[in-house]
């Protein structure tokens, strides 16, 4: 039983004064520190503990009662299996707490959208999660830090954020995990999804637009609690003057699947086709995508997928695209059965 508040969602009878909000720790440039205030890209990055970084935001304390740990101390570039299936695992049972209504993580930029892509598809509750990050450190002016970090604490704690899946909060915006990509190297309006946020923060108060439209969460097919172990998957990145060299060399290196960022609307060069299909008949999956940035990649157009059992990304990009295969193959290992995955999800 709970009441219903305009435009809010439902909040249970027993609301407490303040949501409970854990923050998450794992480095990255919020946690950075540069030598100069002009240092705005050269800096040494994962330097500020989690403690350090929520004691120069005092104003956080006022949106909800806050918890802090920190998990790793790392730039997202040296980010693999094992710390996705680690945090994951570890906000899942923050999630299970009736005193945890969210949970921000703090996160290098580099691959905040791959891991907030696993963690919009692992995730067993509508409890909002929050990945957030900063384009420049806190010791540089106009540091994106601290606003970036405020506003991630008022859409963890906020009701409207409820079942919308993981998010990431950047530059006033909300995106949702599985469209949001990193575009620039500096700018601090570095993240982009390709149909728009979800919303905004504006004075410390989000306000949603859209919702997303695939399932995610407690309506996919994948629960962190469930996984242990996620196969190798590599990426072979398509370029003019292409050659079979790259496939070739991940032939013996146990990926069990392999996406081809291709050009275009994923043309697969003639001279690089041979090398695909004998990936395929040495039972490694080939999954056609783009390296566009935009746009599906379609079934059986540039290239015959039912006749070579290749797969495409449908709209994904070639980074996440990864993510979502490494999930599907913890399952059935069907063609039909992984393609359906990049058109479901
Ligand atoms: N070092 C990069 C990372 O951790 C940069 C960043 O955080 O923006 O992803």
């Not at 100069?36 to 890209?41: D, I, W």
């Not at 004691?55 to 304390?61: G, Q, S």
Request: some cysteine.
């Amino acid at each position: 039983m709970g009441i219903l508040v305009p435009g809010a969602g439902v909040i249970g009878l027993t609301a407490r004064p303040k949501a409970g909000v854990v923050l998450i720790g794992t480095g990255g440039t919020i946690a950075g520190r540069g030598a100069s205030p002009v240092n705005t890209s050269a800096y040494d990055c994962s330097v500020l503990s989690i403690d350090d970084i929520l004691a120069d935001l005092p104003a956080a304390a006022s949106i909800a009662d806050i918890s802090a740990e920190q998990l790793f101390q790392s730039g997202s570039e040296n980010f693999g299996s094992a710390q996705l299936l680690q945090l994951g695992k570890r906000i899942s049972s923050l999630l299970k707490r009736d005193d945890v209504d969210g949970v921000v993580v703090t996160h290098g930029t580099d691959t905040i959208d791959e891991t907030a892509y696993f963690l919009h598809l692992t995730l067993k509750s509508a409890k909002p999660v929050v990945v957030v990050g900063a384009m420049r450190p806190p010791s540089a002016l106009s540091s994106d830090g601290p606003l970036n970090l405020y506003n991630a604490i008022v859409v963890a704690a906020s009701p409207l954020a409820h079942g919308k899946g993981t998010l990431v909060v950047a530059n006033d915006e909300i995106h949702t995990a599985r469209d949001v990509v990193k575009t620039s190297t500096f700018k601090q309006e570095a993240f982009r999804s390709p149909y728009g946020p979800l919303g905004y923060i504006v004075e410390g108060k989000p306000v949603f637009y859209r919702l997303p439209a695939r399932p995610h969460t407690v309506e996919s097919e994948w629960s962190i609690d469930e996984i242990d172990v996620l196969p190798e998957i590599g990426i072979v990145y398509a370029h003019g003057g292409m050659n079979d060299s790259m496939v070739r060399a991940m032939l013996d290196s146990g990926v069990k699947a392999l996406i081809y960022a291709a050009t275009g609307n994923g043309n697969v060069a003639t001279s690089v086709v041979a090398s695909l299909v004998d990936a395929r008949a040495r039972g490694i999956h080939v999954v056609r995508g783009s390296r566009t940035g935009g746009g599906m990649v379609i079934r059986n157009a540039a290239q015959p997928d039912d006749h070579y059992d290749w797969l495409v990304t449908d709209d994904q990009v070639p980074h996440k695209a990864r993510i979502l295969m490494m999930l599907a193959l913890t399952g059935e290992h069907n063609a039909r059965t992984l393609q359906n995955a990049f058109l479901t999800y």
